[in-house]
C-alpha cells in the first residue's frame, strides 16, 4: 500500500467519480483504476461500489476513509514543513476558519500578507462550525487553525478576544443605547445561525437566555453568521454575532456583562516558516 494510492482513493471519493478525478489527479483513468484495485487487493476487500454514475464507499471504504485522509494530509504537510524550513521560496500555506473568522477577521490579515509575502499562496478552509474545524485540523487539511479551539494542540497561541454583539436595524432604541442587559431582548424576534455555539448539548443562546429568564422568540434561522447580519439590519429580528462579523455603518450594540470568547492560531504542530510568520501578522 503506497501514500499514492491512498491519495487516489480520496480524491475519486471527494470527486464522486474515477472520471473527474483522474481529470483532478491528471492521470488516465485505466491507470487510476489500476491503482485503486490495487489498494482493494492489498487491505483485503473492495473499499468503493462501482455505480452506472459515480462511487458509493463500502463499509470497508468508510472505515478506511478518515486514516487515509490523515495520511494524505499529514505528507502534505510535512512536505511544506520541509521546504518551509529549508528557507524554499513559493509554496502554499493552508489556514483553517470558521466562517465567521474567516469572513470578518481574516481579509486585512491576508491582504497584508500578500503585501509582505507575495511568492506564498494562501488556501483558506471554511467550516460551519468548530467542531468542523477541529476534524479537519485532525485530518491535516490545513497548517494552522484560527478559531476558538487549540487545546491538546502541539502549538497554540492567544491572538485575542472574541466579543459578542446584539445587531440591530437603524433606527431602533437600542441603537443609541449603552450596553445592555441580555433580559432587554425578552420580547424581540430573534435571527439564529447554525453556526451557534453548543454548550451543554444546546445551544448557547438558549441557555444563556433561560438564565435571563426567558425563552427566544425566534423569527429566522439562517447558516451563515454574515446572513444572520444582514437579516438583522434588515430589521428581520436581533441577532448575536462577534462584533467582527459586523460591517462598518450595521448598529451593534455590546452586553452587560460582556460576551466574549478567546480566539486562538493553532497547529497539529509546532509554528514554522509560513505559520510562524502568520502567527506574527495575526497577534501583531
Same mark, same amino acid.
Given at each position: @500500500?503506497?501514500?499514492?494510492? @491512498? ?28 491503482? +485503486? ?8 476487500? /473492495? ?34 514543513? #520541509? ?15 470558521? !466562517?465567521?473568522? =474567516?469572513? &470578518?477577521?481574516? /481579509? ?16 483558506? !478552509? ?13 485530518? &491535516?487539511?490545513?497548517? +494552522? ?12 497561541? !492567544? ?9 440591530? /436595524? ?13 433580559? =432587554? ?5 430573534? +435571527? ?9 448539548? *444546546? %445551544? ?40 467582527? #462579523? ?7 450594540? %455590546?452586553?452587560?456583562?460582556?460576551? *466574549? ?24
Amino acid at each position: @500500500m503506497s501514500l499514492r494510492q @491512498m491519495e487516489y482513493f480520496v480524491t475519486v471519493v471527494a470527486a464522486g467519480s474515477f472520471t473527474r478525478a483522474a481529470e483532478q489527479l491528471h492521470v488516465t483513468q485505466p491507470a487510476l483504476s489500476h491503482q +485503486i484495485k490495487a489498494l482493494e487487493r492489498y487491505v483485503g476487500g /473492495p473499499l468503493l461500489e462501482r455505480l452506472p454514475r459515480g462511487v458509493r464507499l463500502t463499509p470497508m471504504g468508510r472505515a478506511f476513509l478518515p486514516h487515509a485522509e490523515v495520511a494524505v494530509g499529514s505528507a502534505a504537510q510535512a512536505e511544506r514543513a #520541509a521546504r518551509a524550513a529549508a528557507g524554499a521560496v513559493g509554496g502554499e500555506l493552508h489556514v483553517a476558519a470558521v !466562517h465567521s473568522v =474567516a469572513a &470578518g477577521l481574516l /481579509p486585512p490579515v491576508f491582504a497584508r500578507w500578500r503585501r509582505e509575502r507575495p511568492g506564498v499562496e494562501l488556501v483558506l !478552509h471554511e467550516y460551519a462550525r468548530d467542531e468542523d474545524l477541529d476534524d479537519s485540523m485532525e485530518r &491535516g487539511v490545513a497548517d +494552522i487553525a484560527v478559531g476558538h479551539g487549540g487545546g491538546g494542540a502541539a502549538a497554540a497561541v !492567544h491572538i485575542g478576544d472574541e466579543e459578542v454583539v446584539v445587531v440591530v /436595524p437603524p433606527g431602533d432604541p437600542l441603537a443609541a443605547a449603552a450596553p445592555i442587559e441580555l433580559g =432587554a431582548l425578552a420580547g424581540r424576534d430573534w +435571527i439564529r445561525c447554525a453556526m451557534e455555539p453548543v454548550v451543554q448539548g *444546546r %445551544p448557547f443562546i438558549d441557555l444563556a437566555c433561560e438564565r435571563a429568564g426567558f425563552a427566544p422568540r425566534t423569527a429566522v434561522r439562517t447558516e451563515h453568521t454574515t446572513t444572520a447580519v444582514a437579516m438583522a439590519a434588515a430589521g428581520a429580528g436581533v441577532a448575536v454575532v462577534p462584533s467582527y #462579523a459586523v460591517p462598518p455603518g450595521t448598529p451593534a450594540v %455590546p452586553l452587560a456583562p460582556p460576551w *466574549r470568547r478567546p480566539l486562538y492560531a493553532w497547529s497539529r504542530t509546532t509554528f514554522a516558516g509560513p505559520a510562524a510568520a502568520l502567527v506574527t501578522l495575526l497577534t501583531g
